[in-house]
């Protein structure tokens, strides 16, 4: 069963650590065919608000991955070429949209697109009888 609305765009940024430098990089990932969704959130503190906006990323196993391979955040890391793959993990970084520049600076996507969330957890629904899917909640 395909998934409904999967009409949009994102960018991946997977974080890993250089071999020969030892610096953090990000490798870019286009993934087309996901359905994007936000809500915003507000928390009232003593502080005054606080925005806790909340993204939900529906990325279906039939989604167009750039001709790349999807493997576990543990296997990514542990890949040498990882041209070839991408993951999705803690941490992350997606940007609605296309931006295919592989960075060193997450900063630089902030201030560069206008939609770039954080993904804090990830959802492996591809053993579901139905819409098989990643689902990555970002803030």
Partial sequence: VLMKLVGDTITVFNKYVDNETKFKRYKATVINGIHWYGTANVSVTVDGLIGADQYTIRIPEEADFSGKKYISPKSFKAQENKDSYF???????????????????????????????????????????NAKHWRVVCK
Avoid: C, F
């Avoid at 803690?90 to 600076?105: F, Q, S």
């Fill in 87 to 129: 993951t999705l993990a803690e941490g992350d970084i997606i940007v609605h949209g296309i931006a295919t520049e592989d960075i060193e600076k997450p900063d630089y996507l902030q201030d560069t697109y206008d939609e770039v969330v954080t993904v804090v957890s990830v959802t492996d629904n591809r053993r579901a009888p």
